[in-house]
Nanobody
Framework: QVQLVESGGGLVQAGGSLSLSCAAS????????MAWYRQAPGKQRELVAS?????STNYADSVKARFSISRVKNTVYLQMNSLKPEDTAVYYC???????????????WGQGTRVTVSS
């Protein structure tokens, strides 16, 4: 069993900051990558930021220079600054992990945490 525990969502005014965290635990041998996605009402889920086991990061153009992803062991963080109303969405954590050495990579999603940015 694998668990992802997300926290840090909430309501913030435009221009404010929030920090999300996602802690992975359970039957995990290794984690190839960790990422944050978001889904706004009526829109498709989109990648916000990702970080590999080697520390390489990738950001959606819409959040570059405002958001920062980081990882400490099996916990991934998303620091969100200069938030805009269009950042309002449910934010989901996703990991790509392996159960055993050289095992098949497996995607696993968290339950989501809501972020609301008021104008």
């Amino acid at each position: 069993q694998v668990q992802l525990v997300e926290s840090g969502g909430g309501l913030v005014q435009a221009g404010g900051s929030l920090s999300l965290s996602c802690a992975a635990s359970g039957s995990i041998f290794s984690i190839d990558a960790m990422a944050w996605y978001r889904q706004a009402p009526g829109k498709q889920r989109e990648l916000v930021a990702s970080i590999t086991s080697g520390g390489s990061t990738n950001y959606a153009d819409s959040v570059k220079a405002r958001f920062s992803i980081s990882r400490v062991k099996n916990t991934v963080y998303l620091q969100m600054n200069s938030l805009k109303p269009e950042d309002t969405a449910v934010y989901y954590c996703k990991i790509i992990f392996r159960l055993v050495r050289d095992g098949v990579p497996i995607d696993y999603w968290g339950q989501g945490t809501r972020v609301t940015v008021s104008s």
